[in-house]
C-alpha cells in the first residue's frame, strides 16, 4: 500500500467503525463499516497488564461491557471475556446485542482480519505507558507504513518521536493550537506531523490550507451528516470521521 496517508488521499473514516448499527470498536462493527463503503477505520487503544494493545474508547468496562475493571488492570484474556454488546442500546432502551459474542479485539487481531485497510488510531492511555508496547506491535507486524497513530496527549506523541518510531503522526491538542498560531514554516520544524485532525467546527478554508501548506492532511471529526461530509470534501478537506457510514459512505465518491 503506497502512502494511505497521503496529503490529498480522500478518506472516509468508520469513527469506531459503525457504532449506530454494531458495538463501537469491535471486530463486526469495523467489518460493517467497510462494507457500507468507508475506506480507512478509526479507533482508540488501552494496554493490558500483559502488554497487549486493545482496541476500546473507555479505559474501563463500565460503558459498554457493565463491567468496573479497567483494561490496564486486566490480561487480553479477562478483557476479551468481556460482552461489550451490553453496551449497544437502542433508542427504546432495550440491548439486542448482548450476549452476541461482540468482545473488545486487540490491535493484532485488526490487523491481521484487515490486512490491508488504513488504521488510525488514538493513545487514550499515558500511564502505563503504552506506546512501545504499540511501536513494537506495529513494527513486527509491516504496518508501521498503514497506521496513523493520533492523541490528544502531546506526551504520548512526543514519546514515539525520541524513540525514532517512523510511522506518520497527527497533531495533539497542543499541535492543533500551534498550527493555529504558527506560519508553515516554522510549523513544519516545531511539530511536524501527517495529519491534523480537527474538529468540524475548525474546519475553515484558512486552517486546512495552512495545514496543507505544513505538509499536513486535514481530517475533520465527526460527521453524520451526507450533505456536510460532501461539503467538507469540497471544501478541500483530506478525510472525514463518521459514526453512520450508511448515511455517508457516497460523500467518498466525486
Same mark, same amino acid.
Given at each position: 500500500?503506497?502512502?494511505p &496517508?497521503? =496529503?490529498? +488521499?480522500?478518506?472516509?473514516f *468508520?469513527?469506531?467503525?459503525?457504532?449506530?448499527?454494531? /458495538?463501537?470498536n469491535?471486530? %463486526?462493527?469495523?467489518?460493517?463499516?467497510l462494507?457500507?463503503g468507508?475506506? @480507512?477505520?478509526?479507533?482508540?487503544?488501552?494496554?493490558?497488564?500483559?502488554?497487549?494493545?486493545?482496541?476500546a474508547h473507555?479505559?474501563?468496562?463500565?460503558? !459498554?461491557?457493565?463491567?468496573?475493571?479497567q483494561?490496564?488492570s486486566?490480561t +487480553?484474556?479477562?478483557?476479551?471475556?468481556?460482552?461489550?454488546?451490553?453496551g449497544?442500546?437502542?433508542?427504546?432502551? %432495550?440491548?439486542?446485542? #448482548?450476549?452476541h459474542?461482540h468482545?473488545?479485539?486487540?490491535?493484532?487481531?485488526?490487523?491481521?482480519?484487515?490486512?490491508d485497510?488504513?488504521?488510525?488510531?488514538?493513545i487514550?492511555?499515558l500511564? /502505563?505507558?503504552?506506546?512501545?508496547?504499540?511501536?513494537? =506491535?506495529?513494527?513486527h %507486524?509491516?504496518?508501521v507504513?498503514?497506521?496513523?497513530?493520533?492523541?490528544?496527549?502531546?506526551?504520548?506523541?512526543r514519546?514515539?518521536r525520541?524513540a525514532r518510531?517512523?510511522?506518520?503522526? *497527527?497533531l495533539? +491538542?497542543? *499541535?492543533?493550537?500551534?498550527l493555529? #498560531?504558527?506560519?508553515? /514554516?516554522? !510549523?513544519?520544524?516545531? @511539530?511536524p506531523?501527517?495529519?491534523?485532525?480537527?474538529?468540524? +467546527?475548525?474546519?475553515?478554508p %484558512?486552517?486546512?490550507?495552512?495545514?496543507?501548506?505544513?505538509?499536513m492532511r486535514v481530517d475533520?471529526?465527526?460527521v453524520?451528516?451526507?450533505?456536510?461530509?460532501?461539503?467538507? &470534501?469540497?471544501?478541500g478537506?483530506?478525510?472525514? !470521521?463518521?459514526?453512520?457510514p450508511r448515511r455517508?459512505?457516497?460523500? =467518498?465518491h466525486?
Open positions: 500500500m503506497d502512502a &496517508f497521503a =496529503l490529498g +488521499r480522500r478518506l472516509l *468508520g469513527h469506531r467503525g459503525a457504532p449506530l448499527e454494531r /458495538p463501537e469491535t471486530i %463486526t462493527s469495523f467489518r460493517l463499516a462494507e457500507l468507508v475506506n @480507512a477505520l478509526e479507533s482508540d487503544l488501552h494496554v493490558t497488564r500483559d502488554g497487549h494493545v486493545m482496541l473507555d479505559p474501563d468496562g463500565v460503558r !459498554m461491557a457493565g463491567t468496573a475493571a483494561i490496564r486486566s +487480553r484474556t479477562e478483557v476479551e471475556r468481556w460482552d461489550v454488546g451490553v449497544f442500546t437502542l433508542p427504546d432502551g %432495550t440491548r439486542p446485542l #448482548a450476549g459474542g468482545r473488545i479485539p486487540s490491535l493484532e487481531d485488526v490487523l491481521a482480519e484487515f490486512p485497510v488504513p488504521l488510525n488510531l488514538d487514550k492511555q500511564a /502505563p505507558d503504552p506506546t512501545a508496547a504499540l511501536a513494537t =506491535l506495529l513494527t %507486524t509491516g504496518a507504513a498503514r497506521v496513523l497513530v493520533t492523541s490528544f496527549h502531546e506526551r504520548a506523541l514519546r514515539l525520541r518510531y517512523p510511522g506518520p503522526l *497527527g495533539s +491538542r497542543t *499541535g492543533v493550537l500551534l493555529l #498560531a504558527l506560519p508553515a /514554516p516554522l !510549523m513544519r520544524r516545531v @511539530a506531523a501527517a495529519a491534523a485532525q480537527l474538529p468540524d +467546527r475548525l474546519a475553515r %484558512t486552517l486546512i490550507n495552512r495545514a496543507h501548506a505544513a505538509g475533520i471529526f465527526t453524520n451528516e451526507l450533505d456536510r461530509a460532501r461539503a467538507l &470534501f469540497a471544501l478537506v483530506d478525510g472525514v !470521521m463518521t459514526d453512520d455517508v459512505a457516497s460523500a =467518498l466525486r
